[in-house]
């Protein structure tokens, strides 16, 4: 009877350790946090109680908080890699020299103690007993007094202190549009652990992965700033600026400061602005959604951020009808950013004296909401997910709203990721999002290359499915942190291709495109394949009585075919670098990818033309 016993607890270990390999579960926090700032130093005190559960299988012994403003220090890792790479991003340093010798000069590293940011965590307990920490840069490393179990809840009650450094890089004050405060990744934000492991990653300059939680945020500001952000408004009877409900008798506190209390449930964020000469616009769709507006109130910006707000909501329909609903009751596009960078139920955005300055940075940075504050995939590590299919959707939106065109997929975003692979820089987009050689390489990777992850789907498996995969993939992953396998996946379901080649090949490796005429006689064809990366083939045939034909070659691998009214041939193994078939009637032309979809890097040998 004993060894029955331990042979059945050795099987049901074992079939729990498998069912944890395959479950979906992601970790939760709720942070409430009381603030006040000095607007006079930047500086900031609070107190922060955060109830974190652990739905993972493993037990946790220890936890990692991201200090996010530690970053703007001389000598901080932010500051060492500016000073290395060879392309630095130019908002965050100073030219010297010449023209004919220009350098670089890291603007962090010339910061001085009153302008540098700092996150400083000053006490810190768990359930009521204090525990060790120690900051290591842009990290707060904290071992626990005990360990907590799957399933499990631990309470952390921490006093910390902020200084808010001067605009470098989306966060700081008196940005270049004179806005006080631009308040992101302010406060000690614990770090995402999931089936990889701990998210623990020093902020380098790039993307952000955030644990999904919910936030009740108290400020304390001097009474005439007026504030924007993450979440709902629970006070604005007593703080007006343009929140109070204008039917009803505006109640503000006396005193120096007012109080803001804000609320945000299912956010992985929070981010706030302020400045003492905003104007605030609303509009409330006819969906309900309600669209905030925070601008500098001068004359220069209001005809554009008057004119950016109906075009806003247009954006939010076509979203809402292409991807799926907008979940949350309000939205703010704020005048505080250093281009556009979003955050969770607001953006920040930068200029605006012409509508054209802003329209295409609102459209994208709103898009986001859908690619990184819905379906949060681990942008620091794959920020082609979030940067790549925002750019998508962004550009689809912008040409048929803001261009009065269609919204089809093109090819007129390819020039960028030709340029990296024709001069030796394109990088795999596994790589993390702080580790490329180059910004160069970063941007236009992310946004570009991650862009055409979708226009080379359309190319493989047709325009509708793309539309219906991108529908599912919403669905499907909304509030969660899907990986490229599950935007992989959800592309197959659509289309019942099997595409594991494309996610590898894509994404996994730097292989190209390229294929070529190789010979036509009369009424044979040879292809060939000369890069290194496979894909289907649309060709076109122009025959010598003035006819044409369209054909499609599959993809052996894709055990299957795209809809399409091209007659389909036999399909085309990767491992042939040739194939070879006839037609009916004499050839005169031949044109591979008519419609200039597909990725080719040369497309000098598409072509043939009978003499």
């Avoid at 794959?382 to 093109?410: C, Q, V």
Wanted: include cysteine; glycine fraction near 6%.
């Amino acid at each position: 009877m004993k060894k029955l016993l331990i042979l059945f607890l050795i099987f049901t270990s074992i079939i729990v350790k498998a069912q944890n390999n395959i479950y979906y579960w992601q970790q939760h926090v709720d942070y409430q946090m009381d603030v006040d700032f000095d607007v006079n130093n930047y500086q900031y005190k609070g107190t922060q109680k955060l109830v974190y559960t652990n739905n993972s299988p493993d037990i946790l012994h220890q936890v990692f908080y991201h200090l996010y403003y530690n970053a703007f220090q001389p000598n901080s890792e932010m500051d060492a890699r500016l000073q290395a790479i060879v392309d630095p991003d130019r908002r965050m340093v100073n030219n010297v020299g010449t023209n004919g010798n220009l350098k670089y000069e890291s603007r962090i590293a010339k910061l001085k103690p009153n302008e540098i940011g700092y996150l400083n965590v000053l006490s810190l307990t768990q359930n009521g007993e204090e525990i060790k920490y120690t900051t290591e840069g842009t990290v707060l490393e904290v071992q626990l007094n005990k360990p907590i179990q799957p399933g499990e809840k631990a309470t952390f009650e921490m006093t910390f202190e902020g200084q808010l450094p001067v605009h470098i890089r989306r966060a700081g004050r008196n940005n270049e549009d004179g806005v006080a405060l631009s308040m992101a990744q302010w406060y000690p934000k614990m770090a995402e652990y999931d089936f990889e492991g701990w998210h623990a990653h020093p902020y380098i300059a790039r993307e952000f992965h955030g644990v999904w939680g919910n936030f009740d945020v108290t400020l304390h500001i001097d009474r005439n700033y007026t504030v924007g952000g993450t979440g709902i408004l629970q006070n604005p009877q007593e703080v007006g600026h343009g929140y109070e409900d204008k039917t009803k008798q505006l109640e503000v506190k006396k005193g120096k400061k007012l109080t803001w209390n804000f609320v945000a449930e299912n956010v992985h964020d929070f981010t706030w602005a302020a400045d003492p000469n905003y104007a605030h616009d609303t509009l409330i769709t006819k969906g309900g959604t309600v669209l905030h507006f925070l601008y500098k109130n001068i004359p220069e910006y209001a005809k554009a951020w008057k004119e950016v707000q109906p075009l806003t909501e247009k954006a939010l329909n076509y979203y809402n009808e292409n991807i799926g609903q907008y979940p949350w009751k309000q939205y703010s596009v704020i005048q505080a950013g250093d281009g556009g960078m979003e955050y969770a139920m607001c953006t920040f955005i930068a200029g605006g004296k012409s509508i054209n300055e802003i329209a295409g940075t609102v459209f994208h940075e709103f898009a986001h909401t859908w690619f990184h504050n819905i379906l949060a995939s681990n942008e620091s590590k794959h920020s082609w997910m979030d940067e790549g299919f925002t750019s998508y959707i962004s550009s689809l939106a912008s040409n048929k709203i803001l261009r009065n065109g269609n919204d089809k997929p093109s090819s007129r975003s390819y020039r960028g990721y030709f340029y990296l692979v024709n001069n030796g820089l394109d990088e795999s987009l596994t790589t993390h999002a702080d580790r490329f050689n180059t910004n160069r390489a970063f941007g236009t990777g992310s946004y570009t290359k991650g862009s055409m992850f979708l226009t080379q789907l359309n190319y493989i498996m047709g325009e509708e499915n793309v539309k219906e995969m991108l529908k599912k993939y919403f669905n499907d992953f909304k509030f969660k942190h899907p990986t490229p396998n599950d935007a992989k996946r959800v592309a197959e379901k659509v289309s019942g291709l099997q595409l594991d080649w494309f996610l590898n090949e894509w994404i996994e490796t730097t292989h190209t495109i390229d294929y070529a005429i190789a010979k036509v006689d009369n009424k044979s064809i040879t292809l060939a394949r000369i890069g290194q990366m496979p894909m289907p083939i649309d060709l076109t045939i122009t025959y010598v009585d003035g006819s044409t034909e369209d054909f499609n070659i599959p993809l052996r691998m894709m055990r299957g075919n795209k809809p399409t009214s091209a007659t389909i041939l036999k399909d085309w193994t990767w491992a042939h670098p040739k194939y070879t078939f006839s037609t009916s009637k004499e050839i005169k032309s031949v044109q591979i990818d008519p419609f200039e979809m597909m990725a080719d890097i040369d497309k000098t040998n598409n072509r043939f033309e009978k003499e």
